[in-house]
Antibody
Framework: QLQLQESGPGLVKPWETLSLTCTVS??????????WGWIRQPPGKGLEWIGS???????FYNPSLQSRVTMSVDTSKKQFSLKLSSVTAADTAVYYC??????????????WGQGTLVTVSS | EIVLTQSPGTLSLSPGERATLSCRAS???????LAWYRQKPGQAPRLLIY???SRATGIPDRFSGSGSGTDFTLTISRLEPEDFVVYYC?????????FGQGTKVEI
């Protein structure tokens, strides 16, 4: 059974960089059928897609965040990462990593991590 | 950017009743690249429907999706207690892959 697990600091200071890692277990991160994505959810609000990365390193980001987002992948560790720079309180959210399936569904998010709350505060 | 508008915002029903949730897109979603997710409190969303009408693995047949173009519907034929949570639609045809604002189904 595929599992994803987010990890990283739960508290980030304003104007610093948020860094999270997602570790994939129970399956391959290097499959040609999947992208790997990040989604966030501010407390009590809806979902926002941040972006996705392919095992080769190819990325596509939400234009609203593109200037501050960097994603990377380490296939040897079966991990992919998110960096979000110059954070403010508006970036406080639960951050989820997820698998984006292009084999069966052409892009829906079929496996999700449990999510990790990141609070931006001094 | 494709904007998805879900309605109603809140749906008040009883167990055993039928629920009909709507998702309307600001432009045509080609190839029906639309998904529905259910989110229980404190949990990650779970994929219910992809391709507008295909049930994801392990999803019971009381969940069905329909629609095309700009208008999509999620139907829950007989509400179970665990169905009284929040539902989101998402399009993944164009970047950014936007979500609707959610519909809460409450007792």
């Amino acid at each position: 059974q595929l599992q994803l697990q987010e990890s990283g600091p739960g508290l980030v200071k304003p104007w610093e960089t948020l860094s999270l890692t997602c570790t994939v277990s129970g399956g391959s991160i290097s499959s040609s059928s999947y992208y790997w994505g990040w989604i966030r959810q501010p407390p009590g609000k809806g979902l926002e897609w941040i972006g996705s990365i392919y095992y080769s390193g190819s990325t596509f980001y939400n234009p609203s965040l593109q200037s501050r987002v960097t994603m990377s992948v380490d296939t040897s560790k079966k991990q992919f990462s998110l960096k979000l720079s110059s954070v403010t309180a508006a970036d406080t959210a639960v951050y989820y990593c997820a698998r984006q399936d292009y084999f069966v569904s052409s892009g829906s998010l079929d496996y999700w991590g449990q999510g990790t709350l990141v609070t931006v505060s001094s | 950017e494709i904007v998805l508008t879900q309605s109603p915002g809140t749906l008040s029903l009883s167990p055993g009743e039928r629920a009909t949730l709507s998702c309307r897109a600001s432009q045509t979603i080609s190839s029906n690249y639309l998904a529905w997710y259910r989110q229980k409190p404190g949990q990650a969303p779970r994929l219910l429907i992809y391709g507008a009408s295909s049930r994801a693995t392990g999803i019971p047949d009381r969940f069905s999706g329909s629609g095309s173009g700009t208008d999509f519907t999620l139907t829950i034929s007989r509400l179970e207690p665990e169905d009284f949570v929040v539902y989101y639609c998402q399009q993944y045809v164009n970047s950014p892959h936007t979500f609707g604002q959610g519909t809460k189904v409450e007792i």
